[in-house]
């Protein structure tokens, strides 16, 4: 995919998609330009189609969040896990911020993905869920032929130079949850020979997480197991339907496309599909930027703020 026809279509008001794929080595990143066609749908030039699915509806008015709301949010979630009714809960957040006219989005795009190698880079401009952009950590899933990759990740502190992380027991509970979430997906699904590497460190810009790598067997197509695991527990809880409706019952925000997921197929049901986190949404000259954390027994209100701050730099400092 050559560097002029991406500006040109960042620069066009068509609908489509662009996704970076992570380099995880020296070799330059996959670039995918997902564009419309006569039918609607979104290809790229080797005909594999773009595929996107929101968090579950919530139905509302975006409104700031104030820290006195979130802790308020924080303190009902830890009291319900405590009661027993709540393993975990993604508590989320959001905030607005001007979008500079002068800031071009191609150069943005390309800011951010000189910033975040290990992550997918996205422009997203649908029809349905509007314009995102971001740099997610995440994949939710890839494979082919019935062998497939996915992650738990979960746990999160500010990167520090020279300094190896520790993780205390609250982050590993975390990270753990999501595992265990994973698993009871996978098993529900009759996968097979599920192999865990992990927990390992996964550094992502600014920020450090716990990551462990999952790869199983299955006879189940790629849509097919990924409506499975969405949303998991590292974006929504456990269980998954009591955290839904405390999200619900909480946040004053629609989340959109964050915590949803995005990516791709081909007619062989083969792809990847990620998470889509640290991302913002651009509504004319203003950006939405929503960012979380997982709750559990442990967590404390300012500490669960100071996390969502850190996060919150990953879009905030490309645009200031």
């Not at 000189?114 to 950590?137: K, M, N």
């Not at 949850?177 to 599920?194: K, R, W």
């Not at 197929?265 to 889509?276: I, L, Q």
Request: negative net charge.
């Amino acid at each position: 995919m050559s560097t002029s026809a991406v500006k040109e279509w960042v620069e066009s008001s068509a609908y489509g998609a662009l996704l970076m794929l992570p380099s995880l080595t020296e070799h330059p990143r996959e670039i995918k330009l997902f564009v419309e066609n006569e039918s609607g749908e979104l290809r790229d030039e080797s005909g594999a189609v773009f595929y996107a699915e929101c968090f579950p509806d919530l139905q509302k008015v975006n409104l700031v969040t104030s820290q006195t709301d979130h802790r308020t949010w924080v303190r009902e979630a830890v009291d319900q896990i405590q009661k027993g009714l709540l393993n975990k809960v993604v508590v989320s957040r959001y905030l607005e911020k001007e979008y500079p006219a002068s800031l071009s989005k191609f150069q943005l795009i390309q800011d951010i993905s000189l910033r975040y190698t290990s992550a997918c880079v996205f422009y997203i401009r649908h029809q349905d869920f509007g314009e995102w952009i971001g740099a997610t950590p995440e994949l939710l899933l890839s494979g082919s032929v019935g062998k497939y990759k996915t992650m738990a990740l979960a746990g999160t502190q500010k990167l520090r130079t020279g300094v190896v992380p520790e993780w205390n027991m609250k982050l590993r509970e975390e990270q753990q949850l999501v595992t265990d979430f994973i698993l009871q997906q996978l098993a529900e699904s009759n996968a097979g020979n599920i192999q865990i590497d992990g927990p390992h460190d996964h550094i992502a810009g600014p920020l450090v997480h716990l990551r462990s790598n999952i790869c199983f067997e299955s006879k189940n197509g790629i849509h097919q197991l990924a409506a499975k695991l969405h949303p998991t527990s590292a974006v929504c809880g456990m269980p998954r339907e009591r955290a839904i409706e405390f999200i619900q019952q909480h946040e004053s925000h629609q989340r959109g496309l964050y915590t949803g997921y995005f990516g791709f197929s081909t007619d062989e049901d083969s792809g990847e599909f990620y998470v889509a986190l640290r991302c913002m949404q651009i509504k004319s000259n203003q950006c939405g930027i929503y960012v979380g954390g997982g709750i559990t027994s442990a967590s404390d209100p300012e500490e669960e703020w100071i996390e969502t701050e850190n996060k919150s730099r990953v879009m905030l400092d490309l645009i200031s």
